[in-house]
């Protein structure tokens, strides 16, 4: 018997392919698969234009077995077979497929398409088999060989006897080693959960004998095993079938089955593009967040399958970041792969589909927010957060698709709203969308510097996460409306009187502001009459860029060097607070300096921010009580 040697570059490509080009070795069994169904394919595109030919699906599929004593591993289907040329070429030469050839040949039909193309998927079996024999019998030949290989060093053929037509390919499983536990390719288990994660919708059945238990005769303690061949691949996509024919039940078997989550979906999209590039998708909307969702461990990124065929568990590429909560899948015949299958040549693809996926979310979520307003609140509970991130990020790019997203608690409706909402119901005279930001809820609605602004009658929407003014910075205007913060320096609502009075008032008063101003230094840039206030003695505002809340956030997190408002303290002139320091300043200045310290204390206090010194302030207030 002649040992042939493989031509001279496949060998180097041989060693290459064996050690280099797969990410995990499971994946063997995925290309094994995929060449028994192409070869099982190739019988029944003849078929069609065959007509001495009948395809009874029954006949067709493939089986893996396994004898774990002699660490063999069985992949057998009913394929087209091979004849002894065949076996020599697309077997004795790397990188030739006898598939690419026959996909070629053969129009593309029913939408199912050959798998194999680059002619190398067939060596991944060495990365676990120190051997691979390939037994043959070619459809309509009497004749079958045997092909058998220990890798680079070459590889015999020999006449051999097969009963059927189609293709047995025996490995011997190699030992293990500390690195690796080739044991599991040889144990049903795990060969089962290999097979259910890359060829589960694999169209033909691939069969195991599963090993399984049940009660001995009456007695109910005592059991027996037995064994029976079972169908472990799902065959029939999800995503292929028609809507009309699928339940929610059906899309939620599919998300736990596929470890989306544990939770049941909000929503499910299923979607099919016939065009430029061609795809099913099937996108669910969780309800529950991942405990990592907003951590750096989390991982986003949808499936990615080629031909049914599992190439990518997560990529990343075909969801943006503000949808990252995104699970579910993709699949399409059109994806030009890599080497290796497990990557893309190309991200133009890729690209494509990411983009009609993000406006397939976007519509989805827009619709739910109309037409089923408490599941989007629920929703927006859970990831709100990242569509506010979403518009922040990026500088912005990605802010006209997600403002339609966002909702806020409103001062008047007391629920949460939409912008539209908001700009739906505007005044006639109000000028813009007003804001406040703060700790939570509660605690704005006793912000002094609401007052005006509410006492007018203008909604107010309230900012209680942190990225909450961030993102409508970024935002600046929604409906050509500016944002405006109630505590800024011009709220585009004080009328004329009050603002010439206000001037008056602070100029009449310079010699006690200055004297304030003073004893604040390095604290507050500027102290003047305000006529925001109703009710309040004081508040503090922010002039600039960095509003209070932005300071507070800023300073929390790390590495931030101390980042300050231009903070202005602001009197009521209404206010008998404002009679006592006029009175002070003619009788004591030390009590001025007192009521300056008490008044700015106060306002830090309102704002939520730290007093810098609460030993000082509660011995100023027993002073005041003397
Ligand atoms: P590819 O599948 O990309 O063509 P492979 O290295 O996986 O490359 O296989 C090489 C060729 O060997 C295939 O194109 C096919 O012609 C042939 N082949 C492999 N496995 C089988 C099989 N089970 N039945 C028939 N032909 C096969
Ligand atoms: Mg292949």
């Not at 993000?358 to 619709?367: D, E, S, V």
């Not at 006592?580 to 008490?598: F, H």
């Amino acid at each position: 018997m002649e040992k042939k040697q493989f031509q001279a570059e496949s060998k180097r490509l041989l060693e290459l392919m064996i050690n280099s080009i797969y990410s995990q070795k499971e994946v063997f069994l995925r290309e094994l698969i995929s060449n028994a169904s192409d070869a099982i394919d190739k019988i029944y595109y003849k078929a069609l234009t065959d007509d001495s030919l009948t395809f009874n699906q029954d006949d067709y599929y493939i089986k893996i077995t396994t004898n774990e004593a002699e660490r063999l591993l069985t992949v057998t289907d009913t394929g087209i077979g091979m004849t002894k040329e065949e076996l020599e070429s697309n077997l004795g030469t790397i990188a030739r497929s006898g598939s690419l050839a026959f996909k070629n040949e053969n129009e593309k039909k029913d939408g199912y398409d050959i798998i194999g193309q680059f002619g190398v998927g067939f060596y991944a079996a060495f990365m676990v088999a120190d051997t691979v024999t390939v037994t043959s019998r070619a459809l309509g030949s009497e004749e079958a060989f045997r092909w058998e290989s220990e890798g680079a060093d070459g590889y015999t053929i020999i006449p051999a006897e097969k009963a059927e037509i189609g293709t047995e390919i025996v490995l011997k499983i190699k030992d293990n080693t500390e690195e690796e536990n080739y044991d599991a390719y040889l144990e049903t288990h795990s060969l089962q959960s290999i097979i259910k994660k890359y060829s589960d919708f694999i169209r033909y059945p691939i069969k195991m004998d599963i090993t399984k238990s049940k009660p001995k005769d009456d007695e109910a303690d005592e059991y027996v095993d037995y064994v029976e061949e079972e169908t472990v691949n799902s065959m029939v996509p999800i995503w292929r079938k028609n809507k009309n024919e699928l339940t929610d039940e059906d899309y939620q078997n599919f998300y736990q089955e596929k470890h989306y989550g544990f939770d049941t979906p909000l929503k499910h999209i299923h979607t099919h593009v016939d065009g430029n590039i061609s795809y099913h998708a099937i996108l669910y909307i969780p309800e529950t967040m991942p405990y990592d969702y907003y951590s750096k461990e989390y991982e986003k990124g949808l499936e990615l399958y080629a031909n049914g065929v599992l190439i990518m568990e997560k990529c990343a590429d075909l969801l943006p970041d503000h949808f990252s909560f995104v699970k579910g899948m993709v699949d399409s015949d059109d994806l030009s792969l890599n080497i290796s299958r497990e990557m893309l040549q190309q991200d133009r693809q890729l690209n494509l589909i990411a983009k009609n996926i993000n406006r397939k979310i976007k519509t989805a979520l827009q619709n739910m927010l109309k037409n089923d307003r408490e599941t989007y609140e629920k929703f927006y509970h859970t990831f709100g957060r990242q569509l506010k991130y979403g518009v922040y990020s990026d500088f912005g790019a990605n802010k006209a698709d997600l403002q339609d997203l966002l909702l806020f608690h409103s001062s008047t409706e007391n629920k949460l709203v939409s912008l539209a909402e908001y700009v739906g119901r505007m005044k006639e005279d109000q000028k813009y969308i007003y804001y406040a930001a703060g700790e939570s809820i509660e605690r704005i609605e006793k912000l002094p510097q609401t007052e005006l602004v509410a006492d007018k009658g203008y909604e107010i929407l309230y900012f209680t996460e942190d990225v909450d003014e961030f993102a409508i910075r970024m935002l600046m205007n929604y409906d050509e409306k500016e944002f405006k913060s109630v505590s800024s320096g011009d709220l585009g609502i004080d009328d004329e009187a009050d603002k010439a009075s206000a001037e008056k008032e602070t100029k009449d008063n310079q010699a006690l502001f200055d004297m304030m101003k003073e004893a604040l230094t390095g604290k507050v840039k500027d102290v003047r009459i305000s006529k925001r206030l109703k009710s309040h003695p004081v508040c503090l505002t922010a002039d600039g860029d960095i509003s209070i809340e932005m300071e507070k956030i800023l300073n929390a997190m790390p590495n931030n060097e101390q980042i300050q408002a231009d903070k202005i303290l602001e009197i009521n002139s209404e206010h008998a607070v404002f009679d006592s320091l006029k009175r002070a300043l003619e009788e004591d200045k030390d009590k001025v300096m007192l009521y300056t310290n008490l008044l700015y204390n106060q306002a830090l206090l309102i704002e939520g921010l730290p007093v810098e010194d609460p030993v000082a302030f509660t011995n100023d207030i027993c002073k005041v009580m003397d």
